[in-house]
């Protein structure tokens, strides 16, 4: 059978195994005849008989036709491929044959004895079971010889529920293909352990190959192998040059491929157009990783996007990890390893910071800022065009570590933004992670036909991205820094309580405005600290928080204040100001704050230095020993940074939240209603009816006004009576979105010649503006006095998934944009936070003496959208505006829904990482 391009490359994947190399899985084709009896020829007795549980002496071109015979849908079977085009060679199989019972199939695999123990066979189980589930398989059957340990091993730790029985020393074993948390905490484990793997070649390389390296000074390949070799790289070095004989007195080869010795890593500045070739010939090589430093590729145009798709391609048939292109090389301080690969001239000190950037340009200028703050780093990484290694795969790494204590990253954009927040979340409980994400004024709102999906910008959803994984984002490279400065030599502050101790009073009462700007506390301090700062400043001194000291304190003065203060329980962060005045040398205010130090540490408080000087803070507190304080020179500086980082432990505190599994929903009925609308039209994407939302919503257990459609204005009236006055006319349409906005709103109607008459005039008006066809009639609805409009909504974004909303609702939403955005799904946590970060919060809590709302039904809305989200892949846009939320204990009604739905669309597969 003939594939189709279209499943091809739907199910074609790349991997990374345990041991950090690569792979692609994709569909046995019938071309693969050759590779398969090869693959068989290779394979041991042992193997052969645990497979077919008999010995295959030779398989025939027959049975390796028959092998290959796949139609996709009685049976699939997937091909483990390494090496390109000729070279291709099939390494492993996994397959299934559907059984008689449809949503049953048996299920088998095999792996060359010379990868096994690599992760192979699990990954082929990973992919076939999301195959199955998407051909309506539910479970797989396979039969294992009882002394197949390593088959057994895999099944029972998949994570998929398995039961087994034994006959005949054959253990007949069914997997239920349900994803688990079991499942995804493996999948999530396995990743982190080949991530982390892969990267070894990259940031601790026993020998490394720079291809393009040259005599010519200045160039990159020149700076790039005397970095290495000046820098004194533990492991070896070799230039490769087909045009010299010499870089930098080393001999040099002409080929990788020249090279006596084992390779790596390879550094790459060639012309773009030669660097698939270099690329190949460092496969046939074996090396392990690519640092592609080389520009022209995706940055370039079509060309260019081209250009890099093909050399990720050949990067990957190879087995081999890949950082960039366009970008500027890789560094590690650790004394062990001791390596600058990069064009840059810095080597930052030895520190626990690591720091990966898109931006080559700012990663010269960031190692240059870092060396001059003396603020230490780890490792550094440029990732450029980030066709392979991303920043999902980096911090990864960091997780594990020892050496890094704090991740920094500056981004441009998001590869797989969803597994990046997934994997963000669990390192950020263990090592704060500080972001610069540019591209906010690129953000603007989308062409939408919905309040939710107008409202929705890349921005919003980063913004809720980092806000849920406990993300530090940023603004500046500067502030970036300051941040990392209080995390690696600060202990985390216990609350938002800050103590100001200055010799100046403009500049504490400044500092004390920048700090309350950010939500920090200035609280006032304990009595008995009072007390004890009266006895030896003078009269003039401010004792209240800001303490001012006056003009002319000493260094004795100012480690006397400090003791105290550290005692005082009130505070959890003292800032410490000075500004030079003639009589008292900034060093020995420096050195009295370094002494003291320690005290605010075993207490467990932060302490930062704000030095108001053009010569900025003395030495003796830019030193990394014990006891070092983080400076600054203004004080909106040092109130953004601790605000930065008191959210960060206000975080690091939050209890984990819980998705609740509710069960009075009919998710088989909502799933039925979908797929009729989705049979019985065309158009994609498409809106539900009127009657279709409602049940839906309904079967999610959503509390939604009693709606009747009328095409008539007799039916409209009939209606009306039978609900009962009073009543609400809209007009029943499926684009137009703003219905007030054309007069298609009548409310408060109290009889039939009220109801007549408004249907008559929503007609009348629509025709007057054209879109006299635009009205299917109208939905009657009881009319809802009382209670705040609130907006509940989803939207799909196409980087980042589901976002859901929650925000002050009814018809000035878009005006107001008083809204919070998460992305699904959402926590019983995400959905108390959403409704408390609104203005509207405090008008459901009862403003003014008005009745609390019934804000608990509203976070349980909130949870059920998200619950329909998941159940719900076709769903695109969802609208419930408004919703009526009424008093405390009595719930909220849903006046006016939307729901837009289209086919699933078939994502690109994600690199498995």
Request: hydrophobic share 40%.
């Given at each position: 059978m003939v594939i189709d391009k279209s499943v091809l490359e739907k199910y074609k994947k790349a991997v990374i195994l345990k041991d950090g190399s690569t792979l692609h899985l994709r569909p046995i084709v019938q071309q693969d005849e050759e590779r398969i009896l090869a693959l068989f020829s290779r394979l041991s007795r042992h193997s052969l008989y645990l497979r077919f549980h008999h010995v295959l002496t030779q398989m025939s071109k027959e049975e390796a036709k028959r092998f290959c015979n796949v139609d996709y849908e009685k049976n699939f079977a997937l091909a483990a491929t390494l090496g390109e085009d000729s070279e291709e060679k099939i390494i492993a199989v996994g397959n299934f044959y559907r059984?008689?019972?449809?949503?049953?199939?048996?299920?088998?695999?095999?792996?060359?004895?010379?990868?096994?123990?690599?992760?192979?066979?699990?990954?082929?189980?990973?992919?076939?079971?999301?195959?199955?589930?998407?051909?309506?398989?539910?479970?797989?059957?396979?039969?294992?010889?009882?002394?197949?340990a390593e088959m057994l091993q895999l099944l029972q730790r998949s994570g998929f529920y398995i039961s087994e029985e034994m006959e005949s020393g054959v253990y007949q074993m069914e997997m239920e293909l349900v994803p688990t948390p079991t499942v995804?905490?493996?999948?999530?484990?396995?990743?982190?352990?080949?991530?982390v793997a892969s990267l070894q070649a990259f940031l601790k390389p026993r020998s490394i190959a720079v291809i393009g390296a040259t005599q010519r000074v200045g160039s990159i390949g020149n700076k790039v192998f005397y970095n290495i070799l000046h820098q004194g790289l533990t492991g070896v070095v070799?230039?490769?040059?087909?045009?010299?004989?010499?870089?930098?007195?080393?001999?040099?080869?002409?080929?990788?491929?020249?090279?006596?010795?084992?390779?790596?890593?390879?550094?790459?500045?060639?012309?773009?157009?030669?660097?698939?070739?270099?690329?190949q010939e460092c496969g046939r090589k074996g090396v392990r990783?690519?640092?592609?430093?080389?520009?022209?590729?995706?940055?370039?145009?079509?060309?260019?996007?081209?250009?890099?798709?093909?050399?990720?391609?050949?990067?990957?048939?190879?087995?081999?990890?890949?950082?960039?292109?366009?970008?500027?090389?890789?560094?590690?301080?650790?004394?062990?390893?001791?390596?600058?690969?990069?064009?840059?001239?810095?080597?930052?000190?030895?520190?626990?910071?690591a720091m990966a950037t898109q931006s080559g340009a700012l990663g010269l200028a960031i190692l240059e800022y870092a060396e001059n703050l003396n603020i230490g780093l780890s490792t550094f990484v440029s990732v450029g065009n980030k066709a392979d290694v991303s920043s999902n795969d980096l911090i990864q790494y960091w997780e594990e570590d020892p050496s890094t204590k704090v991740i920094l990253l500056y981004l441009e954009s998001f590869g797989n933004p969803a597994k990046f927040g997934r994997i963000a979340r669990r390192i950020s409980a263990e090592k704060p992670i500080v972001v610069v994400k540019?591209?906010?004024?690129?953000?603007?709102?989308?062409?939408?036909?919905?309040?939710?999906?107008?409202?929705?910008?890349?921005?919003?959803?980063?913004?809720?991205?980092?806000?849920?994984?406990?993300?530090?984002?940023?603004?500046?490279?500067?502030?970036?820094?300051?941040?990392?400065?209080?995390?690696?030599?600060?202990?985390?502050?216990?609350?938002?309580?800050?103590?100001?101790?200055?010799?100046?009073?403009?500049?504490?009462?400044?500092?004390?405005?920048?700090?309350?700007?950010?939500?920090?506390?200035?609280?006032?301090?304990?009595?008995?600290?009072?007390?004890?700062?009266?006895?030896?400043?003078?009269?003039?001194?401010?004792?209240?928080?800001?303490?001012?000291?006056?003009?002319?304190p000493s260094a004795e003065d100012y480690k006397k204040a400090m003791k105290i203060m550290a005692q005082d329980e009130n505070i959890d962060i003292l800032i410490v100001i000075f500004i030079p005045p003639v009589v008292t040398e900034p060093e020995a205010i420096a050195k009295a704050i370094r002494e003291v130090a320690p005290r605010f540490r075993e207490q467990g408080k932060t302490l930062v230095a704000s030095f108001m000087?053009?010569?900025?803070?003395?030495?003796?507190?830019?030193?990394?020993?014990?006891?070092?304080?983080?400076?600054?020179?203004?004080?909106?500086?040092?109130?953004?940074?601790?605000?930065?980082?008191?959210?960060?432990?206000?975080?690091?505190?939050?209890?984990?939240?819980?998705?609740?599994?509710?069960?009075?929903?009919?998710?088989?009925?909502?799933?039925?209603?979908?797929?009729?609308?989705?049979?019985?039209?065309?158009?994609r994407p498409l809106w539900l009816s009127a009657k279709s939302t409602v049940e839906v919503l309904e079967a999610y257990g959503i509390q939604v006004v009693p709606t009747r459609l009328a095409k008539t204005a007799k039916e409209a009236a009939d209606v009306a009576e039978e609900i009962g006055f009073p009543v609400c006319a809209k007009l029943l349409s499926k684009t137009i979105t703003h219905k007030?906005?054309?007069?298609?709103?009548?409310?408060?109607?109290?009889?039939?010649?009220?109801?007549?008459?408004?249907?008559?005039?929503?007609?009348?008006?629509?025709?007057?503006?054209?879109?006299?066809?635009?009205?299917?009639?109208?939905?009657?609805?009881?009319?809802?006095?009382?209670?705040?409009?609130?907006?509940?909504?989803?939207?799909?974004?196409?980087?980042?998934?589901?976002?859901?909303?929650?925000?002050?609702?009814?018809?000035?939403?878009?005006?107001?944009?008083?809204?919070?955005?998460?992305?699904?799904?959402?926590?019983?946590?995400?959905?108390?936070?959403?409704?408390?970060?609104?203005?509207?919060?405090?008008?459901?809590?009862?403003?003014?003496?008005?009745?609390?709302?019934?804000?608990?039904?509203?976070?349980?809305?909130?949870?059920?959208?998200?619950a329909m989200v998941e159940d719900i892949p076709q769903l695109v846009e969802l609208d419930l505006n408004p919703v009526k939320v009424k008093a405390e204990g009595k719930g909220y009604s849903v006046v006016d829904a939307r729901i837009m739905i289209s086919d699933v669309s078939l994502k690109s597969r994600e690199w498995d990482m």
């Amino acid at each position: 059978m003939v594939i189709d391009k279209s499943v091809l490359e739907k199910y074609k994947k790349a991997v990374i195994l345990k041991d950090g190399s690569t792979l692609h899985l994709r569909p046995i084709v019938q071309q693969d005849e050759e590779r398969i009896l090869a693959l068989f020829s290779r394979l041991s007795r042992h193997s052969l008989y645990l497979r077919f549980h008999h010995v295959l002496t030779q398989m025939s071109k027959e049975e390796a036709k028959r092998f290959c015979n796949v139609d996709y849908e009685k049976n699939f079977a997937l091909a483990a491929t390494l090496g390109e085009d000729s070279e291709e060679k099939i390494i492993a199989v996994g397959n299934f044959y559907r059984m008689p019972a449809m949503d049953r199939a048996e299920s088998a695999f095999v792996v060359e004895d010379a990868y096994q123990g690599k992760g192979i066979g699990t990954h082929l189980l990973q992919q076939l079971a999301t195959i199955a589930r998407e051909m309506g398989i539910n479970v797989f059957e396979s039969s294992v010889l009882a002394e197949n340990a390593e088959m057994l091993q895999l099944l029972q730790r998949s994570g998929f529920y398995i039961s087994e029985e034994m006959e005949s020393g054959v253990y007949q074993m069914e997997m239920e293909l349900v994803p688990t948390p079991t499942v995804e905490r493996m999948s999530a484990e396995r990743e982190k352990v080949a991530s982390v793997a892969s990267l070894q070649a990259f940031l601790k390389p026993r020998s490394i190959a720079v291809i393009g390296a040259t005599q010519r000074v200045g160039s990159i390949g020149n700076k790039v192998f005397y970095n290495i070799l000046h820098q004194g790289l533990t492991g070896v070095v070799y230039p490769v040059n087909p045009n010299a004989k010499v870089v930098c007195s080393v001999s040099a080869y002409p080929s990788v491929l020249d090279i006596p010795g084992d390779v790596d890593l390879a550094i790459v500045i060639v012309p773009a157009k030669g660097v698939n070739k270099v690329v190949q010939e460092c496969g046939r090589k074996g090396v392990r990783g690519v640092v592609i430093i080389s520009a022209g590729f995706g940055e370039a145009g079509p060309e260019g996007i081209e250009r890099q798709q093909q050399l990720l391609d050949t990067a990957r048939n190879y087995g081999m990890r890949m950082v960039g292109p366009n970008c500027m090389g890789v560094l590690n301080t650790d004394p062990e390893v001791n390596m600058n690969a990069t064009f840059s001239p810095v080597f930052p000190p030895v520190g626990s910071i690591a720091m990966a950037t898109q931006s080559g340009a700012l990663g010269l200028a960031i190692l240059e800022y870092a060396e001059n703050l003396n603020i230490g780093l780890s490792t550094f990484v440029s990732v450029g065009n980030k066709a392979d290694v991303s920043s999902n795969d980096l911090i990864q790494y960091w997780e594990e570590d020892p050496s890094t204590k704090v991740i920094l990253l500056y981004l441009e954009s998001f590869g797989n933004p969803a597994k990046f927040g997934r994997i963000a979340r669990r390192i950020s409980a263990e090592k704060p992670i500080v972001v610069v994400k540019s591209g906010r004024t690129l953000a603007g709102s989308r062409a939408a036909a919905s309040h939710t999906g107008a409202l929705a910008t890349t921005e919003i959803a980063s913004d809720a991205l980092f806000k849920q994984a406990g993300i530090i984002r940023v603004d500046s490279l500067e502030e970036l820094f300051d941040v990392a400065n209080l995390l690696v030599n600060q202990p985390l502050p216990n609350g938002k309580r800050i103590a100001i101790l200055t010799n100046g009073g403009g500049p504490g009462i400044l500092t004390a405005d920048a700090c309350a700007a950010r939500g920090l506390e200035l609280p006032s301090l304990a009595k008995s600290t009072v007390s004890k700062l009266k006895r030896f400043l003078p009269k003039e001194a401010s004792l209240v928080n800001p303490v001012d000291m006056t003009a002319g304190p000493s260094a004795e003065d100012y480690k006397k204040a400090m003791k105290i203060m550290a005692q005082d329980e009130n505070i959890d962060i003292l800032i410490v100001i000075f500004i030079p005045p003639v009589v008292t040398e900034p060093e020995a205010i420096a050195k009295a704050i370094r002494e003291v130090a320690p005290r605010f540490r075993e207490q467990g408080k932060t302490l930062v230095a704000s030095f108001m000087s053009s010569r900025g803070a003395p030495s003796e507190l830019g030193s990394k020993e014990e006891g070092h304080v983080p400076t600054f020179t203004f004080p909106e500086a040092t109130a953004g940074a601790l605000a930065k980082i008191c959210d960060y432990s206000e975080w690091l505190k939050r209890p984990a939240g819980k998705i609740p599994r509710f069960t009075n929903i009919d998710r088989r009925k909502a799933a039925r209603i979908i797929e009729e609308a989705l049979g019985k039209s065309s158009t994609r994407p498409l809106w539900l009816s009127a009657k279709s939302t409602v049940e839906v919503l309904e079967a999610y257990g959503i509390q939604v006004v009693p709606t009747r459609l009328a095409k008539t204005a007799k039916e409209a009236a009939d209606v009306a009576e039978e609900i009962g006055f009073p009543v609400c006319a809209k007009l029943l349409s499926k684009t137009i979105t703003h219905k007030t906005d054309i007069g298609g709103v009548a409310l408060d109607l109290r009889s039939r010649g009220e109801v007549e008459q408004a249907f008559a005039r929503i007609r009348h008006r629509l025709e007057n503006e054209g879109l006299g066809n635009e009205m299917g009639g109208v939905i009657v609805q009881n009319m809802i006095k009382g209670g705040l409009e609130v907006i509940v909504g989803v939207t799909q974004d196409p980087s980042f998934g589901p976002l859901i909303l929650f925000g002050y609702g009814g018809i000035y939403t878009e005006l107001y944009k008083d809204v919070a955005f998460r992305i699904h799904p959402l926590t019983d946590l995400d959905t108390s936070e959403m409704v408390r970060s609104t203005k509207a919060y405090k008008l459901l809590e009862g403003w003014r003496g008005a009745k609390r709302a019934d804000v608990e039904s509203l976070e349980e809305l909130l949870l059920r959208i998200s619950a329909m989200v998941e159940d719900i892949p076709q769903l695109v846009e969802l609208d419930l505006n408004p919703v009526k939320v009424k008093a405390e204990g009595k719930g909220y009604s849903v006046v006016d829904a939307r729901i837009m739905i289209s086919d699933v669309s078939l994502k690109s597969r994600e690199w498995d990482m």
